[in-house]
């Protein structure tokens, strides 16, 4: 079947990867100290070995869920590839990647193969951390710190700061990741998929997801009370956030339309947020 180029780009799902490769990046801004060519240099390899990385963890996670997809018109793009591209794309690219990591920086490679680590227990088939209602939800609060810190760790040595911002960032996509399995909801129900959604019910893991982001808002606050971050940091998510929880009350117990819709606003907020703090903060130095 010949495919374009556009169909692989799809069906690797690189709109998630950069998401996810975001925590990365985010991580690099709070860790950069200057801006000259060797450090623009760092974070263009921060963002590509991040990128493969990610995208080689979001193809095992399509080729063991493959079957379970086929029901799910959101991942319709899987269907045009094969199932085997994605088992070979993973077993080729991750040790590529990991060795360019540990080429890049020392601990840089440490981290991220502590993120190949969990993302690869996390889709492994039947076993895997995704077939456990609340380990799945660890899992992606687990690997979106990693990922901060892998970015931070690219530029100066991790530290407890590092740790606590990064738990802002893990709540956030913590969330994100309990309304990704409301969405999904009709479709792991009808596979069995044991997600927090189908466990617990729509209307509560929708409120669980709310609060993930409440707590994340007031670690926010904390950082902002603490020094850790400044004004200019705190307001722009603060705001995303408010912004959000106000959008939840309209969109919330809606239609599978409306879980897409608000998923996409929110999301659109935060990444927005996001380039505005790191923009923000690369501009002081």
Known sequence: MSLSINQFIQALRLKEVAILSGFFMIGSAFGIHTIDSHEIVKLGLVLFISTGIVSSLYSLNAYTDNVKDEINPRLDSL????????????????????????????????????????????????????????????????????????????????????????????????????????????????????????????????????????????????????GRIGKEEFVPLFVAYLIQATTFIRYRNGSYQDRIDYRSGYRFLYLSAFVLVAVLRLWKL
């Open 79 to 226: 269907k045009k590839v094969s199932r085997q591209f994605f088992l070979w794309y993973f077993i080729v690219s991750l040790p590529v990647f990991l060795a360019c990591s540990f080429t890049f920086h020392y601990d840089f490679g440490l981290l991220t193969s502590v993120l190949a680590l969990v993302g690869t227990l996390y889709s492994l088939p039947r076993f895997g951390l995704k077939n456990n209602p609340l380990l799945g939800t660890v899992a992606h609060f687990l690997f979106s710190v990693t990922a901060f810190n892998a970015g931070y760790a690219a530029f100066q040595d991790i530290s407890l700061d590092s740790f606590y911002l990064s738990c802002y960032f893990g709540l956030i996509f913590s969330g994100g990741h309990l309304h990704h399995q409301v969405i999904d909801y009709e479709s792991d129900l009808k596979s069995s998929v044991k997600t927090l959604a189908v466990w617990w019910g729509v209307a509560r893991t929708e409120f669980g997801s709310l609060i993930l982001f409440t707590l994340a808002a007031v670690v926010w606050i904390g950082s902002l009370y603490q």
